[in-house]
Structures are given as C-alpha cells and as structure tokens.
C-alpha cells in the first residue's frame, strides 16, 4: 500500500514502497495504471456494530531483465470510493493474497470450466496467471511442480548471507520428507543501542538452542516470515501420471488461514491471526501434514533489523508473547509425535508454565543469590551449583559460536567491547524476564501493532520523493562528498563481511552490476544507474 514510515531524524523515508520498488526495478507508474479487483481479509464495521467483509483492489507491474530474470509486483491501492483507504490489510492479507491463488489454480488443475467444483479467479488472479504467462511460466501448465518447487519469503529489512539460499534448497533436496525450514536470524544493527545489543543473546538462545532443540522433533514451532522456504508440492514419483500434492496452498491449510476479520471475535483468535500469523500458518502446517517435518538449517544466516528503543520493543514483544502463549494452547490439539516426557507436547507444556512464571522466579533467583551472599548457611551448595551450571549450558554455545578468546593477547579495545556487551546483557535479564511478560499479560486484549511499524496515513505516490531526488537535495545541504558516498557503498557491498545488504539493496546492486540493467530511455552500460 502507498504508505510510508514516520519520518525520524535516524531514517527519514519519503518514499513509499511502490515508488522504492519502480525505481529500483526500472518499471513506470502511474495513476492511470489498470486495477483489479480482489478478496481481502479487512472488514468494515457499520453503526449498527454488524462487521462486513470488504474487499481490495490491487495494481500489477511485471517484467524481464536482459539477464532473463523476471520480476512481479503487486501494488495495494484500495477501494475507489474511499481516498483513505491506501489498500494495507496487514501481512496474513499478502501472504492470502499467493495462497489463494495457488489453491484455486491447482484445484482447478484437472477440472473443466463447466463443473461446479470450479474455482473462478477473481480479476487480481487472471491479470497475476496472463501476466506470468507472458513471461514464460504459466500457471496452469501440468508441468508446474517441475518449475516451480520451492517458495521464499523474506522480509524487506532482512539481509542473507550469500550461500543461504543454496544451504536451504540443499536440505529441501536432499530431506523430500521436509515441508518446510528456516535459518538463524541474527541481529544486524547490534551496535546502534543498548537496546540492540541486550537482544543478540536473545536471538542466539531462540535459534540456535530452541530452534535447533523443535529440529530434532521436526516441528519448529514458529517459521518466522523474515527468512522461510516453504515446499509446494510433495515430491512424486517420475513414473506415475498422478497430479502432485499441494502442501503449502492445500484447502485445509488454506480455508483456516485466509479467515475474514470480521468472524475473528475471541480474544484468543485473535491472538492468532491478528499478531502471531506466521506462528498460525506453522500450526496449520504441522497440523494437516504432521507426516512431514519443519526444520532449522544452521548454515542459513540472515540478519535483520531489530527495534533500537525500547518503546518499540516493549511493542514488539507484547505482541510476540501473547501471540505465543496462545499458539501454544493451540498446538497442544495437535498431534507433534514423541511419547510421554520424550514428545513436543511435553516440551510445550513446560514451555508456558515457564512463560507464565518468569516475573515470580527472576524474583525467586534474586532472593536465591541474596540469602546465599548475606547468609552463606541458607543456600545450599547444590542448588548453587544447579543454577550456575544451567547459566553455564546457555553461555558456552555462543562463547564458542561467536569465537570470544579471553586470552592474555586481547586487546584493551576487545576487552571494553566484550564489557559492554556483557553489562547490555545483564541489563536484558530484567527485560526480558519481568518487564516484557508483566507488560504483555496486562496487555492481553491488546491486538494492535503499536510502534512497532509507525507509518503516516496521508503519503500518496504524488508525494513521495524519489532516491534520486532524496539524493540531490542531500547534495545541495552540503551532503557527504562523492569519496564518502564510494566508501559507504563499499561498505554495504556483498563482499563486505559475507553478507547481502537488505532486499531492497540486493536488488539494486544486483540489477545495477550484475545484468547491465536497462531502464526506459537510458544506455544499457553495467554500473549505470
């Protein structure tokens, strides 16, 4: 949708996403562009309080590099007749928005026109089918699941490291039994605050202990959308002419997922597709195809940008933990494998007992370590040695993955960094065990994204400033000269530590160096802008 981030003294964004997206890939816009019709998961509530499911309209730009890579885009707009409606309905409305059209398009794969089993396309679907015909990859073809194996999603703050994509289609390959993985999400910006920086040790622990921990079981609970590869269709046998299995888009994954707004009243539901979706599409998962296992691949890397005040996070993990909570309830219906004490069920039951008690038993260890440094007698040594071996099991993983040699050689520099993250991850001690869940319990009925995404309802396309235009007024104020500019974008180059810049970079970068792209009435010379 036309909507662009509050401006901000760190980030100030006067493009919105559509106008980011037609400068970097090339294409040209305008408001006389066709629209098209489509469902949508919003609603609109009348004076009477009766809710009625509305529906969206939507723009498409597609095309082809030189290179032969293709390229789609589908822009939000709204309904004509309301101006303030700029088409956002949230990110489980995107995410319907693929699904329905593959469950429609394979539902219909060996059916007539004429049945009454037919699922019409709507007119989003049939301009998204022509114009992916006119590249070279229709939908309908029987030899889709040939084409077309894998699906990834990655969020736009979200930057891959470079052999991700090949780690994560190799497990796909070589595992056919997996529906679907993710990688370890690390925190890129962990040096803008002592916010970011309390949050490293978390991310590690969420990943590469409680991930890592659901892999053995094959049920990650939670998927997360920054950096996911789903697989579409189960692997078949060469000899057989059967039609292939659609796992991701199938009926009973997909007529849960895409439910309306208006039929989403329990605060418990709400929990679910409001603030937790990618943890309700993993559940959906897991319940219909629990033959099948979601995985964790270590070797996939990717960085993203997590919240540097704490507003901000204090919003982000509202939503987070109660979205969690409530998951959990939810897959204790599901059936995860395992026996007694040896199952997920069990691991989940611990794991909400344990959400619901972390304020009282920080409060518990507080008091464990005080009566033991005041009163050396009222603490046994046994129970000491418990708790500082549990401490210890969680501290040598990332000792050892992130190589701190605390050697006689380190440097004074080395030392004071290490220091200072060390006390950021004290700091988050508190955070994260009393602050956040007490904030998020009392803000159960809460389903709001908060600060977490701040936006200005009143940005248009007619209103936004282009990056070229960003660029000349930053040169006109006595910007940063060109050597600076050459030596920021070397910094934010892929050969820089291993790393892609953010997806909107990658794609510059890659259309710009790589395939000699060619805008309207420009040279086709690599490097040019």
Known sequence: GNKTGANSDKAPNYATT?????????????????????????????????????????????????????????????????????????????????????????????LDKHRTDYRDLNELEIAIEGALRGMDFPLTSNNMSDQVKYLMAVDADTRLSKDSITQMVYSMETKPKTLALCGETKVDNKDDSWVTKMQVFEYYTNHGLKKAFESVFGTVTCLPGCFTVYRLFDARDANTSQPPVTLFACDYVYDRYARNDAVIETLHEKNLYKLGEDRMLTTLMLQKWS????????????????????????????????????????????????????????????????????????????????????????????????????????????????????????????????????????????????????????????????TTRVTTENASTNEAITADALDEEQGSGGAASEEDKAEKSDEASFADDGRATNFAGALEEYFLKNLSWKKKGQSSVAGEP
């Open 18 to 110: 559509p106008v980011i997206l037609s400068d970097l890939l090339g294409y040209d816009k305008s408001d006389l562009d066709p629209v098209y019709n489509c469902d949508s998961t919003g609603y609109e509530t009348a004076d009477n309080g009766e809710k009625t499911p509305i529906g969206n309209r939507a723009k498409i730009y597609h095309g082809t590099t030189e290179e032969g890579l293709n390229f789609m885009v589908i822009e939000k707009c709204g309904r004509a007749f309301n101006a303030d409606d700029v088409g956002n309905r949230g990110k489980r409305d995107s995410q319907i928005l693929l699904l329905q059209l593959l469950n429609r398009v394979m539902h219909n794969h060996t």
């Open 291 to 450: 033959r099948m296992n979601l995985k964790y691949v270590p070797e996939a890397h990717c960085y993203t940008i997590v919240p540097d005040e704490f507003m901000v996070l204090l919003s982000q993990r509202r939503r987070w933990i109660n979205s969690t909570f409530h998951n959990m309830l939810y897959l204790l219906s599901v059936n995860l494998g395992g026996i007694c004490c040896f199952s997920m069920k069990f691991i989940l039951v611990l794991d909400m007992i344990g959400t619901l008690i972390l304020p009282s038993s920080l409060l518990y260890l507080g008091m464990i370590l005080y009566d033991s440094i005041m009163d050396h007698n009222s603490v046994s040594t046994y129970t000491l040695l418990v708790l500082g071996f549990s401490v210890f099991v969680q501290l040598i993983g990332p000792l050892l993955r992130f190589k701190i040699k605390l050697t006689v050689m380190c440097s004074l520099l080395s030392c004071t960094s290490h220091f200072l993250s060390n006390i950021s991850d004290l700091i988050g001690v508190p955070v994260f065990y009393f602050v956040l869940p007490l904030y998020s319990f009392w803000n159960l009925d809460d389903f709001s994204w908060g």
